[in-house]
């Protein structure tokens, strides 16, 4: 059982690139989640999708897009990558966007130079 | 608004006790997670609090109270490989989880 899986691990993008982070689960999980981890700050969500179909912004939206197709799949997609989007970027996944846990993807970091 | 606030490191012996605090403030609230990230690892769960109270698993235990927005984790008889970081984070009024910086736990022989 994989779980939840990222790719790539990490990347190197020059500034203005179109870059697609990929997210998969075999859980079945209805909930995923993608977030943002900087240096001396929390973990910040950028998108979040609660079921196949639909998805919504969290906290830091501006410059990335998501897509959710299928239960499995959630695609985060920067148009035009900025220094500033230099990050570790986690997806995550829960049954339900309840009181569940949620379950982290081995991560993906990103240089934007 | 919402903040939430954790220490930023702590030291400590193996073998010790260790107590790691948590402070909150929203207007709406869902409950009360703890996760541990290793460095360079994806953050994995550790608990969740809901109802005021002490919830204890195995070496570690997690205690909330919602009256004085706060919250705590215990990591009892201190191994090498608690090291890590501790992350904070309650789910608010639409389900999402604002998440502390996470204190840097640093275990010393």
């Known amino acids: 059982i994989a779980g939840i899986t990222q790719a790539p691990t990490s990347q190197i993008l020059a500034a203005g690139r179109r870059m697609t982070l990929r997210c998969t689960q075999d859980m079945r999980h209805n909930a995923m989640y993608w977030y943002r981890q900087d240096l001396g700050l929390g973990l910040r969500l950028i998108h979040y999708?609660?079921?196949?179909?639909?998805?919504g912004k969290g906290e830091v939206p501006d410059g990335y897009s998501v897509s959710r197709a299928n239960t499995d799949d959630f695609p985060l997609t920067l148009a035009s990558a900025v220094p500033s989007q230099t990050s570790v970027y986690f997806c995550a996944s829960s049954e339900n966007d309840g009181g569940n846990e949620q379950f982290f993807g081995p991560g993906t970091r990103l240089t934007v130079l | 608004g919402q903040n939430i606030d954790q220490p930023t490191e702590m030291t400590a012996t193996e073998g010790a006790i260790v107590q790691i605090n948590c402070t909150y403030q929203?207007?709406?609230?869902?409950?009360l997670f703890w996760y541990q990230q290793h460095a360079g690892e994806a953050p994995t769960f550790l608990s969740y609090?809901?109802l005021d109270g002490l919830e204890e698993k195995g070496r570690f235990s997690s205690f909330l109270s919602r009256s004085k927005g706060y919250s705590y984790l215990l990591l009892k008889e201190l191994q090498m490989k608690d090291s890590a970081s501790y992350l904070c984070?309650?789910?608010?009024?639409?389900?999402?989880?604002?998440w502390g910086a996470g204190t840097k736990l640093i275990i010393k022989p």
């Open positions: 929203t207007s709406g609230f869902n409950g």
């Open positions: 999708s609660n079921t196949a179909g639909t998805t």
């Open positions: 609090n809901v």
């Open positions: 984070a309650f789910m608010d009024s639409n389900y999402q989880l604002i």
